[in-house]
């Protein structure tokens, strides 16, 4: 069974860093591209970056692209996010996801953006 | 950016009764990347159709999926309690993926 764990979710100060992590399990991680999804509490779902499988693609939303990296160690079946710059609006459950003809989704990690 | 627009933005139904939601998008995506998803509070999206009409593991049959182009529906029969949730369509097929701005559905 595919089974993915967020973890790294914090209260920063905004224009704080922050690196969340994805460990996954029950499927081979170097096979598929993986994504961030992230969710504002109370609001809608925003897909937030995409790595392929080989790190050979990155992709990002604009809103995050220049601030947020993503990474991935295939060898530790790890995905990560790098978020530099934060801000308010940056506050939320953050998701991982396996790709494929379907997404499978971690449960999240909150980051809470707050002085 | 593809954009999804979810109606309606509620629904209160009743148990028993049939509800429809809806999902269009501002041009035309491939079935194979259009799922659907259902959260409830506190909870992690969980997906109940995938390719645009293939139901999930363990999604019951009183759930259905359909559409094509740019018109996608969902269709619940004969609703229960636990099926109050919100409702978000998603499109993987063109970068930046996007989701609807859901469906939140209410049992009374």
């Known amino acids: 069974e595919v089974h993915l764990v967020e973890s790294g979710g914090v209260v920063v100060q905004p224009g704080g860093s922050l690196r969340l992590s994805c460990a996954g399990s029950?499927?081979?991680?170097?096979?598929?591209?993986m994504h961030w999804i992230r969710q504002v509490p109370g609001k809608g779902l925003e897909w937030v970056s995409g790595?392929?499988?080989?790190?050979?693609?990155?992709d990002y939303a604009d809103s995050v692209r220049g601030r947020f990296t993503i990474s991935r160690d295939n060898t530790n079946n790890s995905l990560y996010l790098q978020m530099d710059s934060l801000r308010a609006e940056d506050a939320g459950f953050y998701y991982c996801?396996?790709?494929?003809?379907?997404?499978?989704w971690g449960q999240g990690t909150l980051v809470t953006v707050s002085s | 950016e593809i954009v999804l627009t979810q109606s309606p933005v509620t629904l209160s139904l009743s148990p028993g009764e049939r509800a429809t939601l809806y999902c269009r998008a501002s041009?035309?995506?491939?079935?194979?990347?259009l799922a659907w998803y259902q959260q409830k509070p506190g909870q992690a999206p969980r997906l109940l159709f995938y390719?645009?009409?293939s139901r999930a593991t363990d999604i019951p049959d009183r759930f259905r999926a359909s559409g094509s182009g740019t018109d996608f529906a969902l269709t619940i029969s004969s609703l229960e309690p636990d099926d109050s949730a919100v409702f978000y369509c998603?499109?993987?097929?063109?970068?930046?993926?996007?989701f609807g701005q859901g469906t939140k559905l209410q049992i009374k």
């Open positions: 996801a396996k790709d494929g003809l379907w997404w499978t």
């Open positions: 029950g499927f081979t991680f170097g096979d598929y591209s």
């Open positions: 790595i392929t499988w080989d790190s050979g693609h990155l």
């Open positions: 041009q035309k995506i491939s079935n194979m990347y």
């Open positions: 390719a645009a009409s």
């Open positions: 998603q499109q993987f097929g063109y970068s930046p993926y996007t």
